[in-house]
Every structure is written in structure tokens, then in C-alpha cells.
């Protein structure tokens, strides 16, 4: 039986409510023989704050990249945790609404599972 859901697009947040919603996002990826594209979305810092960050750190962009690795890191630990391989890690920076409506579109997710706060 062919599905519509060739994708799952798993947003995390790392919270509790995340993790739980990854198990979920798992199950049906089972059901549905599709694979997850998982995907963190991290505050974007405005230029004024570059700035001021400039004043006490050399390269306030080396921090934005610790930020996004540290993320893809955690993501990679939450598959490993939850017994998943994911198809796609993503790692993205700004409004997560609208990154996650984003990236969902590009990776043609037919699902997008995020947890509650």
C-alpha cells in the first residue's frame, strides 16, 4: 500500500516534549516505510547584537557555528537515544515557525511532528 508521507519532518526544541514527539515521529515513520529529516531551528541574533558581541569576542560568527554543531550533535544523540537514523539533519537559524514551514517544503515533508511546551 503506497502512503502520501514520503518524508517526516521531526522539529526539536530538545525539550522533554521534543524527544517524546521523536518516538512518535518514529512509530509513524514505520507505518508508513518513510524516512526523518530532523531539524533544530536557532535563534537568529540581529546584527546589533553581532555588534556588541564584537566588542568582547573576535569572531561572534564562530559562536553561531558552536551553537548550530553543538545542535547537530544533540540531534544525532536524540536518534541514537530513540533507536532512529535520520535521513536529513538540519540545522537552521531565525523564526522557527517559519523555518520549519520552510524546510518542511524543500525536504517535501508529508508530516511534521513537533511536542508541545
Do not use: C
Amino acid at each position: 500500500m503506497k502512503y502520501a508521507v514520503k518524508n517526516i519532518l521531526w522539529a526539536t526544541d530538545f525539550s522533554a516534549e521534543a524527544q517524546t514527539a521523536l518516538h512518535y515521529a518514529g512509530m509513524m515513520a514505520g507505518a508508513f516505510g518513510t524516512g526523518i529529516t530532523a531539524l533544530h531551528v536557532a535563534p537568529d541574533f540581529s546584527p546589533i547584537i553581532y555588534e556588541v558581541l564584537s566588542t568582547y569576542i573576535d569572531d561572534p560568527g564562530s559562536k553561531v557555528d558552536a551553537v548550530k554543531s553543538g545542535a547537530m550533535k544533540k540531534i544525532e544523540s536524540a536518534g541514537k537515544k530513540a533507536g532512529i537514523e535520520f535521513r536529513r539533519i538540519v540545522v537552521e537559524t531565525g523564526s522557527a515557525p517559519k523555518k520549519i514551514i520552510e524546510v518542511a517544503k524543500k525536504e517535501k515533508a508529508g508530516l511534521i511532528v513537533i511536542g508541545k511546551t
